[in-house]
């Protein structure tokens, strides 16, 4: 048997290399001029496809085999076969001495490690912030929000905006840009209500393109693509660091930060708007003949999602000193919309790792610079056929009655 | 009044572009309820194939309008099979998962093949050769209306009718259309819905292709990152019409190609794209299905 389905998987993937290699062959080998006129030919491509997708599909049609098997075990098993992995992580007794060992490493890092990782630490954690707003839009209350983007780029300009042209400061603007941020979200909440599923996906997406576009055409407002330069970083009280020393103290902001959006989403999941939000996600129609307002919780949704994008934004522009509107493209959207998903929807740890995981990965991966993006479309692509509800699945709070005692 | 005129057939040009790309994601959508984020990157894929061909073709000597064809004939293959294996790895796998996650593996499929793209060929615009002759008759309407312009209007009219045949008369088409309705009961009367699936792909990404060659051979060049905002344009017209509407779709393309195109000529051309997404946000505001689309109400 088992032979068999070796020889079968073998054959089959031959067939996906040789189809693929047909496929790419014209991309691949061919390069053209038509100006000059000339063309260069790169047969060895086609070897190296041969050869490459050969392996590829063979450890493809392996992990499907897996797959496969694993779904017939769940289906006979019945009842919710947690992974390994999240059973691991979300057992206490792991959990618990995890935390404080993670609390360690994260404060003593910007004195063990250098600026330079500390920098590329601090981008992780804002996306960690903006992966757990997004959350509480598409994870909790399954609103697909594919413009959340635009909420960062309104702190971010926020920040910016005042301070150059009123030099206010941090601190001064940070909860400005709060309470700005979840003022958009409204705003954007409001002619959405109506609308469900991709409807609201694409009318998110016009209003996040829309936000930059106004960004990069309105020269008088927001100094158009060449954007903002001479950003304050964080001072306090009066106190200007270096910039080393400001690294430093943005990062424990950030870690401040990070820690408060943790602790303020795990508490809302479990609060009677979180459990609104999961109703909502999971049917709108019994979630509304269940006395649940609809609008205030979807309007809530968005102005919490975008709240902490907002922050986010401000932080970020102290953080580089420099903002243009090509840092809140849709590809920023899509990223952190995959650490949503790829982390597991709903699942606050789950967010955080997928965070670490997708902005650490590229960072370090410099080394292969030019085909990272390539493997970060590939790994989204496998993680979602091989685990489509992420690698940490969310745990719903189950209450347990005790028949004893009643 | 020329002003006007040249406008008027701008955006029939560009929209009925608009229309070949909207009608792929239209019919996956009507199908399996998938955005299929990597159309663009499909009909990005064809305008490529299309300067290989007329790259190689030129180099051989070959006569303008037969290089035109062929390339036009190869694009369209090519991309047709670049959509079925799309299908069969990124989307195929996740059928039954939760709605979020064939979207997810959409957008990775779409960077996936950007960067394919950017790699094997070249980050850099390319020149793409000016495939479409201008035809001499043509002469007295140059200052609106050109050639290309007139060519891009006539074949996406023919290959729209023809799909439209397609779906009303062959055997296919009653099945793309019973498997649009209702999938288990297509399958129930027999309708081999993995086939269906597979061909809709496979139509989509080839008129996909059509408007990719026609395009660059217009605007004259092309790089790996014009199927993004092309696939988001495309998939706003297609919400325009209605999703799932073909007729919705060809709609939803004109009105959004002269929508840019007057906005542009007569507003301010700094400001393109947002009149699209303005338009859009307009429409779905106040029509929520869309153009042609129909209000169903939902079963509880």
Known sequence: MAALTIATNLKKSAIAALWLAFLTMPVMVIRVDTVENTIVWRWMHLVYMLGGSFVLALIWHFMMDRRDRGAAVRESADGEAEGRLSRFVNNPRVLKPMLAFGFIVAAAFPWVFSMYQTNILISALIYVVLGLGLNITVGLAGLLDLGYVAFYAVGAYAYALLNHHFHLGFWTVLPMAAILGSFFGILLGFPVLRLRGDYLAIVTLGFGQIVKLVLENWNDFSYGPSGISNISRPGLFGINYSVENATTYIYYIMLGLVILAIVTTARLKDSRVGRAWLALREDEIACQAMGIDNTRAKLMAFSLGATLAATMGAVFAAKTTFINPASFTFMESAMILAIVVLGGMGSVLGVILGAFLLILLPEYMRAFSEYRMLLFGATMIVVMVFRPEGLIKARRKVYKINTETL | ?300
Not at chain 2, 13 to 19: D, E, I
Not at chain 2, 60 to 80: E, T
Not at chain 2, 183 to 207: C, E, H, P, W
Not at chain 2, 255 to 263: D, H, K, N, P
Request: aromatic residues 12%; charged residues 10%; proline residues 3%.
């Open chain 2, 1 to 300: 009044m020329e002003y006007f005129l040249q406008l008027f057939f701008s955006g029939l040009s560009k929209g009925s572009v608009y229309a070949l790309i909207a009608l792929g994601y239209t019919m996956v959508y009507g199908i399996i309820e998938l955005i299929n984020f990597a159309h663009g990157e499909i009909y990005m894929i064809g305008a490529f194939m299309g300067l290989i061909v007329a790259g190689v073709l030129t180099s051989l000597g070959w006569p303008a309008l037969s290089i035109l064809a062929l390339a036009l004939v190869v694009a369209v293959l090519y991309s047709a099979a670049y959509g079925y294996t799309v299908e069969k790895i990124a989307y195929k796998p996740l059928r039954g998962a939760q709605r979020l996650a064939p979207l997810i593996s959409a957008i990775g499929m779409s960077i996936l093949l950007q960067n394919y793209i950017m790699l094997a060929q070249t980050p850099d615009f390319l020149p793409f050769p000016h495939l479409i002759p201008d035809l001499s008759f043509m002469e007295p309407y140059r200052s609106y209306l050109g050639t290309s312009d007139l060519f891009i209007v006539v074949t996406s009219l023919v290959t729209m009718v023809a799909l439209t045949l397609f779906i009303k008369f062959t055997r296919m088409g009653k099945a793309m259309r019973a498997t649009a309705q209702n999938r288990k009961m297509a399958m129930l009367v027999g309708v081999n819905v993995d086939q269906v699936i597979s061909m809709t792909f496979i139509i989509g990404s080839g008129l996909a292709a059509v408007g990719g060659v026609l395009i660059a051979s217009h605007i004259g060049q092309i790089n790996f990152y014009i199927g993004f905002i092309a696939g988001i344009k495309a998939f706003t017209a297609a919400v325009l019409g209605g999703i799932g509407s073909i007729p919705g779709a060809m709609l939803g393309g004109l009105v959004l190609g002269w929508t840019e195109s007057f906005a542009t000529g007569y507003v301010s051309s700094d400001y393109e794209d947002v009149f699209a997404f303005c338009l859009l946000v307009l429409i779905l505001i106040f029509r929520p299905a869309g153009l042609l689309g129909k209000q169903r109400a939902q079963k509880v």
